[in-house]
């Protein structure tokens, strides 16, 4: 409606980093995954399809730096081409990592991403900021220039 607060549209901004891995871009999936955030409602704020340095993938997963499976992950992530998007919406953040579904493959619920296109989890096809403040921090890693913002007309028949 044309009163709702301005913290309820705020609320309608958050953020989150979705990366299709390139598993998923050799495979022809960029299409599929991106369709499932657009279908859902969320808002489109940049796309870009780049292959991504060592140390850009390092910072990334700077988390991860000690776990055994980091030097392959780097190498997998650092092997093709990658698709990042930021999605911005309601609870972008925790409902886009539903859409990806679990970590590992093999415990996604069928009708997920993972759940429906894949098995190892070495090879996930899909990458969700875990947290509001990790999306902002891999949203200015990924997109340094800043991405689109902008209002969508569509998003009063989305929002209540
Ligand atoms: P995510 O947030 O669901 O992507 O999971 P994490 O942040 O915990 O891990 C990042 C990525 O590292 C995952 O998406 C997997 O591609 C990879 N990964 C996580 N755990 C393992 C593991 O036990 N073995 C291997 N080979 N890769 C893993
Ligand atoms: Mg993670």
Redesign the pocket.
Known sequence: SQTKSNSSKMSNQERTYIMV?PDGVERGLVGRILTRFEQKGYKLCSLQMMQPSKSLLEEH?K??AK???FP??IK?MSSAPVVGMVWAGKDAVKTG?KI?G???PLDSEPGTIRGDYCI?????LC??S?SVESAEREISLWFPAGVCDYQRKYDSFIYE
Do not use: C, E, I, W
Request: glycine letters at 8%; charged letters at 25%; aromatic letters at 14%.
């Open positions: 891995k997963y988390d991860l776990k055994p499976f392959g992950l997998y990592r990806l679990a970590t590992n190892d989890v070495s090879q996930n990458h969700g875990d």
